[in-house]
Nanobody
Framework: QVQLVESGGGSVQAGGSLRLSCVVSGFTSDDYAVGWFRQAPGKEREAISCISMNDDRIYYVDSAKGRFALSRAKTKNTVHLQMNSLRPEDTGYYYC?????????????????WGQGTQVIVSS
């Protein structure tokens, strides 16, 4: 059974930084992808970044490029999302999710296991 546990959310002022972590368990190989998504209050869920775990290729949506950085820890089953220059519009719940194929996607429906979410609040 695949399980994901996120951590690292919190409250920061605009311009600050946070690092989110996602620990994944339950896979016996690297044939999967890990995506980060967020849902702002009153808005639909949106994709932020994704890593294909079999080749470590990382992808970002345009709004995340230059401010967010996804990395894979040496422990290999942990993925970090470093968020810099945070803005009030980055406020929301952040989720990591896994897709049982090493293919990144911005469509949440391709991901079948989700973490519980971690809240990020950015104040102006």
């Amino acid at each position: 059974q695949v399980q994901l546990v996120e951590s690292g959310g919190g409250s920061v002022q605009a311009g600050g930084s946070l690092r989110l972590s996602c620990v994944v368990s339950g896979f016996t190989s690297d044939d999967y992808a890990v995506g980060w998504f967020r849902q702002a209050p009153g808005k639909e869920r949106e994709a932020i970044s994704c890593i294909s775990m079999n080749d470590d290729r990382i992808y970002y949506v345009d709004s995340a490029k230059g401010r967010f950085a996804l990395s894979r820890a040496k422990t290999k089953n942990t993925v970090h999302l470093q968020m810099n220059s945070l803005r009030p519009e980055d406020t929301g719940y952040y989720y990591c999710a896994t897709r049982p194929a090493a293919l990144c996607s911005w469509y949440g429906g391709h991901f079948d296991s989700w973490g519980q979410g971690t809240q990020v609040i950015v104040s102006s």
